[in-house]
């Protein structure tokens, strides 16, 4: 299993930035993504990216806001966040993805074989 460890969460203010990190063991040749969840909520993609080409997909209530890149020298991806907002607060998990693809769909957490623990992220008014 390839092994993740995510990083950089942390109390702020709405509309300041923070940059989260994912540490992996080795980066997949299929898809890496971010996932949060909110306290009485389900699970919900945030963004992801193709490993091998670099493309990116967002949720639309975080584009434009967030972005998410790829050190492959380093086995990270990082998610920056800008300008957060109150309903960003969560607790933010890291995935890879499997060996079965991720069949151009990276916000479906069923493409992703390996999560890390998370960390969490409070957006304060």
């Known amino acids: 299993q390839v092994q993740l460890v995510e990083s950089g969460g942390g109390l702020v203010q709405s509309g300041t930035s923070l940059r989260l990190s994912c540490a992996a063991s080795?980066?997949?040749?299929?898809?890496l993504g971010w996932f949060r969840q909110a306290p009485g909520q389900g699970r919900e993609g945030v963004g992801g990216?193709?490993?091998?080409?670099?493309?990116?997909d967002y949720a639309d209530s975080v584009k434009g806001r967030f972005t998410i890149s790829l050190d492959n020298n380093e086995n990270t991806m990082y998610l920056q966040m800008n300008g957060l907002k109150l309903e960003d607060t969560g607790l933010y998990f890291c995935?890879?993805?499997?060996?079965?693809?991720?069949?151009?769909?990276?916000?479906?957490?069923?493409?992703?074989?390996?999560w890390g623990q998370g960390t969490q992220v409070t957006v304060s008014a």
């Open positions: 995935a890879s993805g499997g060996h079965w693809g991720c069949r151009n769909d990276l916000l479906n957490p069923d493409v992703y074989a390996n």
């Open positions: 990216v193709f490993a091998r080409n670099g493309a990116t």
């Open positions: 080795t980066l997949p040749d299929t898809c």
